[in-house]
């Protein structure tokens, strides 16, 4: 089983390029979520699809967009990459009800110079 | 609103004593509880969930976390620490407000053992 698989791992941008990281899921889950990870602030949630052709804000949603493609797959574009944006940026997915856990992504790691 | 509160961002421990990592939630539902674990540079791994079936519960290698509700409290806990125990833990609250169950991390602690 992949799980959840997160595309490129690694990135470098300069300032004012577009990127869209790439994310899919195999367990047939509702819910995927996109977080970023910066030292000393946990992860905090960008963008969430609660289920297929639903998305909304979370905590930190300027600067992204994003579309939930199918049931499988939820993308994260930067349209102007700012250095701002430079941080480790997780997907994850979950059946939606109590007590469900959620399943990461391994992480892409993105520096904007 | 849903909101975790790790009370330490760091604990140093030796390898053989016992690991207190401490969290508190705020929710306004009956929360689902989470703790998460990283190692550098890798993604995030369960390490146990609390799913109100019991207020004690166990994880994977050797963790165990205790729901008190009257303290709002998900500390976790080790009786002894192992070097490949060092790593972030994460506490994730998740509550229901209009049925989306959003995982919401507090900042996280790093684990550091010494030998």
């Known amino acids: 089983n992949a799980g959840v698989t997160q595309t490129p791992k690694f990135q470098v941008l300069k300032t004012g390029q577009s990127m869209t990281l790439q994310c899919a899921q195999d367990?047939?889950?509702?819910?995927m979520y996109w977080y970023r990870q910066d030292p000393g602030m946990g992860l905090r949630l960008i963008y969430y699809?609660?289920?297929?052709?639903?998305?909304d804000k979370g905590e930190v949603p300027n600067g992204y967009n994003v579309s939930r493609l199918n049931k499988r797959e939820f993308s994260l574009r930067l349209e102007s990459a700012a250095p701002s944006q430079t941080s480790v940026y997780f997907c994850?997915?979950?059946?939606?009800?109590?007590?469900?856990?959620?399943?990461f992504g391994q992480g892409t790691r993105l520096t904007v110079v | 609103a849903q909101s975790v509160t790790q009370l330490d961002s760091h604990v140093s421990v030796s390898e053989g004593t016992p690991v207190l990592l401490r969290c508190n939630y705020s929710?306004?539902?009956?929360?689902?509880l989470f703790w998460y674990v990283q190692h550098p540079n890798k993604g995030l791994q369960l390490l146990l969930k609390?799913?109100?079936?019991?207020?004690l519960v166990k994880g994977i290698n050797g963790f165990e976390a205790e729901f008190k509700k009257s303290e709002t409290s998900f500390h976790l806990t080790k009786p002894s620490a192992h070097m490949s125990d060092a790593a972030e833990y994460f506490c994730?609250?998740?509550?229901?407000?209009?049925?989306?169950?959003?995982?919401?991390f507090g900042r996280g602690t790093s684990l550091i053992v010494h030998p």
């Open positions: 994850a997915s979950s059946e939606r009800g109590l007590d469900t856990e959620a399943f």
């Open positions: 367990m047939n889950h509702n819910s």
């Open positions: 699809s609660a289920s297929e052709g639903t998305t």
């Open positions: 929710s306004s539902y009956s929360p689902s």
């Open positions: 609390y799913t109100s079936a019991a207020t």
């Open positions: 994730v609250v998740s509550d229901p407000p209009g049925g989306s169950y959003i995982p919401t």
